[in-house]
């Protein structure tokens, strides 16, 4: 059976997610403190992870980037009362595979917990390249005429997108939903945000700006 860690330290919120995902035929566990989630998190007992910024011990950024620092690949969606791009950004960067602010109805969490179920890690060539833009995809490697380049995952998976279609234009929803797998929100500027930070790693040359519809890798 899938089992869900949920790491909150609101116990009604706590309550009310791990019923609603019982009845849908998941396993739950509950945590409330930061660092004893990473040690489950790390033992492998959880398919999925519903991660709370504000806990006690460690925050769930501190959580998020120690997970992923130590190689786990676990999905984690990220609750949080705060609506911030920043935090947005942050928890995005983190490496967290989604993130959904407070309130939220539990029909929308559930569908997001099955879609980052269904999720893999895309398994087509071993590298890509453009130009003097390099992507070895199996090793998450950067680099720039010769020279390594330190990506962020959303940043690499954002290259990727932009290596694999040369020459096309790429919409911002497009780019929100097969990076970052989000619905476009039409008040978030997150896909801007991570073309600037390319830019400044890859070359401003590349990644070219088109008016009204998106961007395109030249």
């Not at 997970?67 to 609750?79: C, E, K, N, T, Y």
């Not at 928890?91 to 959904?100: E, H, P, R, S």
């Not at 999720?119 to 390249?129: H, K, N, T, W």
């Not at 680099?143 to 234009?169: D, I, M, T, Y």
């Amino acid at each position: 059976m899938t089992t869900i860690l949920i790491v909150e330290d609101e116990p009604r919120i706590a309550s009310f997610v791990s019923r609603g995902l019982e009845s849908a035929g998941y396993a739950t566990l509950l945590i409330e403190d930061g660092a004893d989630a990473l040690e489950l998190a790390l033992r492998g007992d959880a398919d999925l992870m519903l991660l709370d910024v504000g806990l006690p011990t460690m925050d769930g950024f501190e959580v998020l980037r120690a997970l992923r620092s130590r190689g786990s690949a676990m999905p984690v969606i990220m609750l949080t009362a705060r609506s911030s791009t920043r935090d947005t950004v942050d928890g995005l960067d983190a490496g967290a595979n989604d993130y959904v602010p407070k309130p939220f109805t539990f029909e929308e969490l559930l569908a997001r917990v099955r879609s980052r179920l269904r999720e893999s890690v895309p398994s087509a060539g071993v590298s890509v390249a453009h130009d003097d833009v390099v992507l070895d995809i199996l090793a998450r490697r950067a680099s720039v005429a010769g020279r390594e380049v330190e990506l962020s995952a959303r940043e690499f998976a954002l290259a990727e997108q932009f290596l694999r279609n040369p020459g096309r234009v790429l919409t911002r929803e497009q780019l929100l939903s097969s990076v970052w797998g989000l619905e476009f929100d039409p008040g978030s500027n997150v896909v801007d945000v991570y073309v600037r930070y390319l830019r400044g790693k890859l070359g401003t040359e590349h990644i070219v700006t088109v008016r009204g519809a998106g961007y395109r890798w030249e």
